[in-house]
Nanobody, 115 residues
Framework: QVHLVESGGGLVQAGGSLRLSCVAS????????MGWERQAPGNERDFVAG??????SYADSVEGQFTISRDNAATRVHLQMNSLRPEDTAVYYC??????????WGQGTQVTVSS
């Protein structure tokens, strides 16, 4: 089992920045991937950014706007979100995938961008 806890969401004006953090606990030695997904009201949950095998990846919609980073122990990831737009408003979920294919999500953190 892997337990994920997110922090850092909130309300920001358009053009502002937020930094999300996620810390993993439990069987973290089994982690293969950590990243972020988001779900806006009425929409499906979408991939935002992730870190697998030492390589970051991003959704096209946030490339150049968001930056994912992780600590050396690979048990904590951060998402620096700059130039935020109202369409970035969503609940952001931290996701972890372990070797063997199991996946875990955090409880989510709300990001609201006002125009």
């Amino acid at each position: 089992q892997v337990h994920l806890v997110e922090s850092g969401g909130g309300l920001v004006q358009a053009g502002g920045s937020l930094r999300l953090s996620c810390v993993a606990s439990g069987r973290t030695f089994t982690l293969y991937h950590m990243g972020w997904e988001r779900q806006a009201p009425g929409n499906e949950r979408d991939f935002v950014a992730g870190w697998s095998g030492g390589t970051p990846s991003y959704a096209d919609s946030v490339e150049g706007q968001f930056t994912i980073s992780r600590d050396n122990a690979a048990t904590r990831v951060h998402l620096q979100m700059n130039s935020l737009r109202p369409e970035d408003t969503a609940v952001y979920y931290c996701k972890a995938v372990v070797y063997g294919g199991g996946a875990y999500w955090g409880q989510g953190t709300q990001v609201t961008v006002s125009s």
